[in-house]
């Protein structure tokens, strides 16, 4: 089973400014990746998949890059409805699809 | 517009059951991958279970042999049968509706329902 590891947990940022967040996989997953986001008591929304493509609807604001073992989510600036919580995804080693622990980005 | 309404959620004993309906409409489940994915309270997302458009189906270790993925073409729904329920089955259970990726296998969801709460506890 692939381990995906997010960091930070927990991410403080004013709104206004960049977000990076960080996932890291156990092995390579080449770039069979998605990042989701999830608000408090809502379902994840699809934001990014294939590492770098984003999902429709998504505002371009947000970002996704790597490969293999390393990626990254960049919100370019913040906007109050982006606080939230995001998972990455890995699918490309199954079963199972797994998913990393969760980066809570909150307001500073 | 895809929506996808999960009902069937609620509290349970340790080792009984309950079976999950997950209600789509603007598609057709049969046409596409679906998968039960749940969240413990407080905690991450952990998939469980995937039923393929050929009917062929997957779970995770976890559940494997205890919980049961089926569909009903007439009306569209997509089933969850959990058996011999665990304390650390309690949790949001979403479906989710899979996209086509470049494994044959998937593995990307790109429309979930709303969930609903199993909670297992004496």
């Known amino acids: 089973e692939i381990v995906m590891t997010q960091s930070p947990a927990t991410l403080s940022v004013s709104p206004g400014y960049r977000a990076t967040l960080s996932c890291r996989a156990s092995q390579s997953v080449g770039s069979n990746l998605a990042w989701y986001q999830q608000k408090p008591g809502q379902a994840p929304r699809l934001l990014i998949y294939?590492?770098?493509a984003r999902a429709t609807g998504i505002p371009a604001r947000f970002s996704g890059s790597g490969s293999g073992t390393e990626f990254t989510l960049t919100i370019s600036s913040l906007q109050s409805e982006d606080f939230a919580v995001y998972y990455c995804q890995q699918y490309n080693n199954w079963p199972p699809w797994t998913f990393g622990q969760g980066t809570k980005v909150e307001i500073k | 517009e895809v929506q996808l309404v999960e009902t069937g959620g609620g509290w349970v004993q340790p080792g009984g059951s309950l079976r999950l309906s997950c209600a789509a409409s603007g598609f057709i489940v049969s046409g596409n991958y679906m998968s039960w994915v749940r969240q413990a309270p407080g905690k991450g997302l952990e998939w469980v279970s995937v039923l393929y458009g050929d009917g062929v189906t997957y779970y995770a270790d976890s559940v494997n042999g205890r919980f049961t993925i089926s569909r009903d073409s007439s009306k569209n729904t997509l089933y969850f049968q959990l058996n011999s329920l665990r304390v650390e089955d309690t949790a949001v259970y979403y479906c989710a509706k899979g996209v086509k990726t470049r494994n044959w296998y998937g593995g990307l969801f790109d429309s979930w329902g709303q969930g609903t709460l199993v909670t297992v506890s004496s």
């Open positions: 294939d590492a770098s």
